[in-house]
C-alpha cells in the first residue's frame, strides 16, 4: 500500500516538476532550452511511476479477496507491528525538522543520527559510540562546507 501511495505521489510531483521547468528563461534560440532536461526526468520518472502504480493495483486486486475475510482492526494492527520501525523513524524525523528551528542544525542533526541509527541497527555499546562519531563528523563536515563553501545557511536555534 505505501508503494502505490509513493508512485501517486512521484506522479504528482512529476506532473508539477514537468509545468514548471517550462518557465525556465530561454537565452537564444535553440530547441533544447534550460527546463528540457528537468522535463525529461520528470516524464521518465512518471512513466516509471506509473508503472509501480499499476502493479501494485494488480497486487492489491490479487490480495483482496485474502484482505476481506481480515477486519480493519486486525489488517491495521498487522501493518502497525509489520511497519513499526518505519512509523518510529518517520516521528523522528518529523521531530527533528520540528525542533531544528529551535535547537540548531548542527545539535539537532547529531542527536537526530544517533537516534535513528539506535532505532534501526543493533544497540551495543561500540556501535553506539561509532555512531556518535559519525554523526559529528558527518554534521561538522556538512556544515563547514555549505556555510564556508556554498555560503548556504542552516538554522541556528539555542546552541549554534
Known amino acids: ?3 502505490l501511495l509513493i508512485g501517486i505521489a512521484l506522479i504528482v510531483l ?3 516538476i514537468y509545468s ?7 537565452f537564444n534560440e535553440t530547441t533544447l532550452n534550460p527546463g528540457s532536461f528537468p522535463q525529461l526526468i520528470a516524464i521518465l520518472l512518471g512513466l516509471l511511476s506509473l508503472i509501480l502504480v499499476i502493479s501494485k493495483i494488480k497486487d492489491l486486486i490479487s490480495q483482496k479477496a485474502e484482505l476481506s475475510k481480515m477486519n480493519v482492526r486486525e489488517y491495521l494492527k498487522e ?5 513499526k520501525l518505519v512509523f518510529i523513524t518517520l516521528i523522528s ?3 527533528y525538522i520540528f525542533l531544528m528551528q529551535f535547537i540548531g542544525f548542527i545539535v539537532t542533526t ?3 543520527i544517533i537516534v535513528t541509527s ?3 541497527g543493533p544497540k551495543k555499546k561500540k556501535d553506539i559510540i561509532v555512531a556518535t562519531i ?3 563528523v558527518i554534521t561538522v563536515t556538512t556544515y563547514v562546507f555549505f556555510e564556508n563553501v556554498l555560503h548556504v545557511r542552516f538554522p541556528s536555534g539555542l546552541f549554534f
Do not use: A, K, N, R
Request: aromatic share 14%.
Open 110 to 112: 547529531i542527536i537526530f
Open 1 to 3: 500500500m505505501g508503494e
Open 134 to 136: 559519525v554523526s559529528v
Open 118 to 120: 539506535l532505532i534501526i
Open 20 to 26: 514548471q521547468s517550462g518557465d525556465f528563461p530561454q
Open 93 to 95: 524525523l518529523f521531530l
Open 79 to 83: 501493518v502497525l507491528v509489520e511497519y
Open 14 to 16: 512529476c506532473i508539477i
